[in-house]
């Protein structure tokens, strides 16, 4: 299996920018595709954006979409989330996960095995 942990969150400023990290150890990093999501107080996870295992395909919510950029370096087992132009909505725990790169899901918020403990970041308006 794949271990992860996310890091880079923190307390910023609306209209500020963020990159999260979150690092890959355990199984072949390129076996896994992997994907962003995101808690608030008191709601749903909600999925942010995925990245295919070579980072040649990627897929964003809605909500991320033009303001955030996922990214990776397989040479450093190593998953990206450049945030800008924040919002305060946007405050959640941010999650890393990993799901093989067969998967059959045809969802890119669908399928995930393996899950990060999570980043805070708080957006302040």
């Known amino acids: 299996q794949v271990q992860m942990v996310e890091s880079g969150g923190g307390l910023v400023q609306a209209g500020g920018s963020l990159r999260l990290s979150c690092a890959a150890s355990g199984r072949t990093f390129t076996d896994y595709a992997m994907g962003w999501f995101r808690q608030a107080p008191g709601k749903e996870r909600q999925f942010v954006a995925f990245i295919s295992w070579n980072g040649g395909t990627t897929y964003y919510a809605g909500s991320a979409k033009g303001r955030f950029t996922i990214s990776r370096d397989n040479a450093k087992n190593t998953m990206y989330l450049q945030m800008t132009s924040l919002k305060p909505e946007d405050t959640a725990v941010y999650f890393c996960?990993?799901?093989?790169?067969?998967?059959?899901?045809?969802?890119?918020?669908?399928?995930?095995?393996?899950w990060g403990q999570g980043t805070q970041v708080i957006v302040s308006s």
């Open positions: 996960a990993a799901r093989s790169r067969y998967s059959t899901y045809t969802y890119p918020g669908d399928g995930y095995n393996y």
